[in-house]
């Protein structure tokens, strides 16, 4: 089966959050969403590599909606035909590869990111409005 | 039919937020770009309906030549009777000034830009003389006068190499109203696909809020992300002006194109662009480059 690179980010990013209701009370899905829709202008502020080590930052805190978030793109940008492909995780793929990597990188982040804002809207607990 | 054309410096004093309406991606309130280079631009309706609102402002609604130059009042009953005579194009980007680490501000572009200027200007008859750069390395930037340091533009390192950009700097320096001597200073080129990365995360997005006045707190539900071209942004657009259509009292070509560039913009060279006017953005300076046709 082939299918395009926008079919396997969304496949991708919706088998991921469809499970967080599992991981994630109801408070962590909604602070997840929020991580989730800021993400993108903090990575277009600040760069990939701020941005992700902000989240692993947060997320070694035990804030368990930064460590998902973190891990859902990390994940993502690790594997094969992926820019860090066969990296233990982004931010080793950020330190060590070279520029172009880092900026395909971050392209791809933005856009994988596109669904995961609209996925997390559709399957997680919401605020209310 | 003959037409008189001038080429329109338009270099922004404030932030421009000209808005490509809501955006699927992850920025909330996205700026209009070409769709095949995703470069930002204005699109000519926005720019023609700022330089309309500028001369009915000055000259008031009903004023004849307002009806020549940009066509009747789509409100009225003569909407159909004939077009305007001024062809508005888009706003196209020229220069884009980006973060430097370890300098003043840069402006930057790419050969691709550069050759698609010169293309505007051969069409209008409008000659902008100066030699393409050579083929850039991408990981390599070309400046008028180098110190030996690389230079880094947002996060990204670069090695420099000095080029000859005598002609650009003063070409450009006309088309935009900027001092040969800032642009020597300033300006950069780069590979294009380092343009377009530049292009597309360069530019300014901030997080807008809405406060709910009786709590003095964000009202729920009320963030938004909105993407800006920064201020020192520098674009160009093409006027092209014919003969009239109102076959009564018809003006002539040079005529239309002087109510442009002479009556309206001669004596205040600024033009408000985009949305987000009473918060003050979209404010340009206006650098006019004609060149009379026979």
């Excluded at chain 2, 937020?17 to 991606?25: C, F, K, L, P, R």
């Excluded at chain 2, 130059?69 to 159909?80: I, K, N």
């Excluded at chain 2, 709590?215 to 942004?233: D, H, M, N």
Aim: glycine fraction near 6%.
């Amino acid at each position: 089966m082939t299918q395009t690179i926008q079919q396997q980010r969304a496949a991708f990013a919706l088998q991921y959050i469809k499970a967080l209701p599992e991981q994630l009370e109801p408070d962590q899905q909604k602070e997840f969403t929020r991580n989730a829709c800021a993400l993108p202008a903090m990575v277009h502020m600040n760069g990939l590599g701020q941005a992700l080590a902000f989240c692993r930052v947060k997320g070694s805190n035990d804030r368990e909606s930064y460590k998902q978030l973190y891990q859902l793109v990390s994940d993502w940008l690790c594997q094969p035909g992926q820019p860090y492909a066969g990296k233990a995780d982004a931010l080793e793929g950020i330190t060590q590869m070279d520029m172009s990597h880092y900026q395909l990188a971050q392209a791809e982040a933005l856009v994988l990111m596109s669904w995961v804002k609209k996925f997390a809207k559709a399957f997680l607990a919401e605020d209310a409005a | 039919m003959t037409s008189n054309n001038a080429l329109i410096g338009l270099w922004t004093e404030t932030s421009l937020h000209a808005g490509a309406g809501g955006s699927v991606e992850g920025i909330d309130l996205p700026i209009q770009r070409e769709a095949h280079s995703s470069w930002p631009c204005v699109y000519g309706s926005a720019v023609k309906g700022a330089l309309r609102a500028k001369a009915e402002d000055k000259f008031g609604k009903d004023n004849t030549s307002i009806k020549f130059v940009f066509g009747p009042d789509s409100d009225s009953d003569s909407a159909s009777e004939h077009a305007g005579a001024l062809l508005v194009g888009d706003a196209r980007l020229l220069l884009l000034p980006v973060r430097s680490l370890n300098s003043h501000f840069k402006w930057v572009t790419c050969p691709a830009i550069l050759e698609r200027l010169q293309r505007d200007g051969r069409r209008l008859g409008i000659p902008l003389d100066f030699a393409l750069p050579q083929k850039i390395d991408k990981t390599k930037v070309l400046l008028a006068e180098i110190d030996g340091n690389d230079l880094f533009l947002e996060e990204y390192r670069f090695s420099t190499e000095e080029a000859e950009l005598t002609n650009m700097v003063q070409t450009l320096s006309r088309l935009s109203g900027i001092d040969e001597s800032t642009l020597t200073a300033q300006l950069v080129i780069v590979h294009n696909d380092q343009f377009n990365y530049l292009s597309r995360y360069a530019t300014s997005v901030a997080a807008h809020i809405a406060i709910d006045n009786n709590s003095k707190t964000v009202r729920k539900g009320a963030l938004w992300y909105e993407e800006t071209l920064p201020p020192e942004t520098v674009l160009y657009c093409a006027l092209s002006a014919y003969r009239s259509r109102d076959d009564k009292n018809s003006l002539p070509a040079d005529a239309i194109l002087n109510c442009i560039t002479q009556d309206l913009l001669g004596a205040s060279p600024y033009l408000q662009l985009g949305g987000n006017e009473t918060v003050g953005m979209g404010w340009c300076k206006v650098a006019i480059n004609q060149h009379q046709q026979a």
